[in-house]
């Protein structure tokens, strides 16, 4: 059974489930009705950190403009525009063995697309969450509930696998941005046009 955690919970990963590397990061949501007329749009994104948090260089950046990360350590599955359904909207799957050793933190993220011209936010967004699951063993391993915290923010940095020591640990975030995609992306250290 999936552990369920609270916003800045962290878990260790690999300490608890030993030999694990390959994992799926499912994030999924629901929008709200509003009248603006504008469908909406929301993408996920992984930032490959170094020890100060920040990316080397845009190619540190995976999202749906970029899928696979140089490595191969982080590959985005694709970007689903209506995010109509059930279970996950959009997938990044993780290979714990092939993340460059100056990599320390893998941060993943939601941003809604040309938030500020649709005049979307994340109070118009329900049930988001992130789940990890276990590919080898096809099983969820735990799962982050965002709840309906925010209101104007247009950029959620949702969780982060990050290293300590040998192992990799999962840190439930939860941290609302305004700005978008390029104030998050300017957060870790790469320029956005």
């Known amino acids: 059974m999936a552990i369920s955690l609270q916003k800045g919970q962290k878990v260790d990963l690999t300490k608890d489930n030993p030999g694990l590397t390959k994992l799926l990061i499912g994030l999924g949501w629901d929008t709200k ?22 990316a080397g260089s845009e190619k540190d950046f995976v999202f749906y403009g970029s899928l696979k990360h140089q490595s191969g350590a982080v590959v985005h599955q694709g970007d689903n525009r209506t995010g109509i359904g059930d279970g996950d909207d959009e997938q990044v799957k993780v290979d ?5 050793q100056d990599i320390h933190r893998i941060a993943f993220t939601v941003t ?19 789940r990890v699951f276990d590919e080898a063993k096809q099983t969820e391993l735990l ?4 709840g309906e915290d925010f209101s104007v923010e247009t950029a959620l940095v949702v969780a982060e696998l990050y290293r300590s020591g040998a192992e990799w640990r999962f840190n ?7 700005g978008g995609l390029k104030a998050l992306a300017t957060s870790f250290g790469i320029s956005v046009a």
């Open 143 to 146: 799962r982050f509930d965002l």
């Open 172 to 178: 439930a975030i939860g941290m609302g941005y305004q």
């Open 96 to 100: 714990l063995s092939l993340v460059p």
């Open 33 to 54: 009705k509003y009248d603006g007329g504008a469908d909406f749009d929301l993408d996920s994104s992984a930032f490959l950190l170094n020890q100060a948090g920040k």
């Open 112 to 130: 809604i697309y040309e938030a500020e011209s649709r005049r979307q936010n994340f109070g118009q967004v329900s049930n988001a969450y992130i």
